[in-house]
């Protein structure tokens, strides 16, 4: 039996949506807030997020493995932010950023320091 232009459109379609089901966030951006683990080891952290009247969007204790981020979502939109990093016996350090819809903040956690962006 030959195999038809339509049967094998259908395929490709249902391939194709298996293949993406579960990375909307992929296509549709960073998390909001994100802390990475550069360091050889496991760490703990105390990760906050403030706006600019003193709000706590996010207070959390992570642990994130070797290699490996904490990620939080739906906390952003425009405004000033504070995010700050609290490494259990290692760095701590805090930004302020000024965000438009879409930013990402992130924190990359070194040994002795921690480095701060905004995608």
Do not use: W
Request: charged share 30%; proline share 3%.
């Amino acid at each position: 039996m030959a195999t038809t232009r339509r049967a094998t459109l259908v395929g490709t379609a249902i391939a194709g949506t298996t293949f993406l089901a579960g990375c909307s966030s992929i296509l549709g951006g960073n998390p909001d807030v994100v802390v990475f683990n550069r360091t050889d080891s496991e760490l703990r952290a105390d990760i906050t997020l403030v706006d600019t009247d003193g709000e706590e969007l996010l207070s959390k204790r992570a642990a994130i493995e070797p290699d490996d981020a904490f990620e939080h979502d739906e906390v952003l939109s425009s405004g000033t932010y504070t995010l700050s990093v609290d490494v259990e016996g290692g760095p701590s350090g805090e930004r302020e950023f000024d965000v438009e819809d879409g930013d990402s903040l992130q924190a990359r956690v070194d040994e002795d320091d921690i480095e701060f962006n905004k995608l």
